[in-house]
């Protein structure tokens, strides 16, 4: 078992930037691979970023490649998801999620935390 827990979500003007972060506990964090999804009012939920257990390779959704940086510590058990240039179309909800391998599918991570929420004005 993997409990993750979210932080750093709120409110901030267009242009502007958060750092979410995801508190591992359980099962050893450095052999497990991360993903950050968001989900939006009526939307289906949607991947943002991966990262891999060694943190050597990451992935991201085209919408935001070149404005979050998705990184980990090991040492602190924690997953970080660095958000720059924010837009209205970013807002959501955001999950971090563990699994075995860092893909872009939902249904291939078995842990999820309980979300944070990202609210960005125009």
């Known amino acids: 078992q993997v409990q993750l827990v979210e932080s750093g979500g709120g409110l901030v003007q267009a242009g502007g930037s958060l750092r979410l972060s995801c508190a591992a506990s359980?099962?050893?964090?450095?052999?497990?691979?991360m993903g950050w999804f968001r989900q939006a009012p009526g939307k289906e939920r949607e991947f943002v970023a991966a990262?891999?257990?060694?943190?050597?390779?990451?992935y991201y959704a085209d919408s935001v490649k070149g404005r979050f940086t998705i990184s980990r510590d090991n040492a602190k058990n924690t997953v970080y998801l660095q958000m720059n240039s924010l837009k209205p179309e970013d807002t959501a909800v955001y999950y971090c999620a563990a699994g075995w391998i860092a893909t872009m599918s939902f249904r291939q991570y078995d842990f999820w935390g309980q979300g944070t929420q990202v609210t960005v004005s125009s």
């Open positions: 359980g099962r050893t964090f450095s052999n497990i691979a």
């Open positions: 990262i891999t257990w060694s943190g050597s390779r990451t």
